[in-house]
């Protein structure tokens, strides 16, 4: 899913109609990671938040490739079944959730949805607020 949204916002303000058509027909090759995820920063004048994201690329490959991350998850107590605790499953829950609100954010921004923008920075703050409280999903 991290990978979907650098590809998303990348494509929305970095991409030329050539690299638009090809990803169409799924042909584009895109950039090597730092250098979008630095497109991404200038294009939407976010400092370098992108580009700090890069620290967690390997693990994240790791766990979403079956590497040795997510291999040693696969046991518990000798026996093949997933080691994941509640508390690291809402993480991973909430990561993604995450993402997509930041996805939509930057969309907004790139297309001048001003109101629109302003309204999902909020979400995402409030979001991220009951993160913080540990607040359940439904609160």
């Not at 967690?56 to 000798?78: D, K």
């Not at 690291?88 to 959730?97: D, K, M, P, R």
């Not at 949805?113 to 979001?127: I, R, S």
Request: with cysteine; aromatic share 10%; net charge negative.
């Amino acid at each position: 899913l991290v990978e979907t949204v650098f590809r998303a916002l990348w494509i929305n303000k970095g991409a030329d109609e050539t690299q638009i058509e090809k990803a169409s027909q799924d042909k584009l090759q895109f950039p090597r990671l730092s250098q979008m995820l630095a497109e991404i920063d200038q294009n939407y004048a976010t400092d370098n938040f992108f580009q700090s994201l890069e620290l967690a690329w390997r693990a994240m490959c790791s766990y979403t490739h079956s590497g040795s991350l997510q291999i040693a998850r696969r046991f518990t107590n000798g026996e093949v079944k997933p080691n994941y605790s509640d508390a690291e499953i809402l993480e991973a829950l909430n990561a993604t959730t995450t993402a997509l609100i930041l996805l939509t954010r930057m969309f907004f921004v790139s297309m001048g949805c001003h109101g629109d923008a302003v309204e999902t920075q909020n979400m995402m703050l409030k979001y991220g607020a009951a993160q913080n409280r540990g607040d359940s999903l439904s609160d």
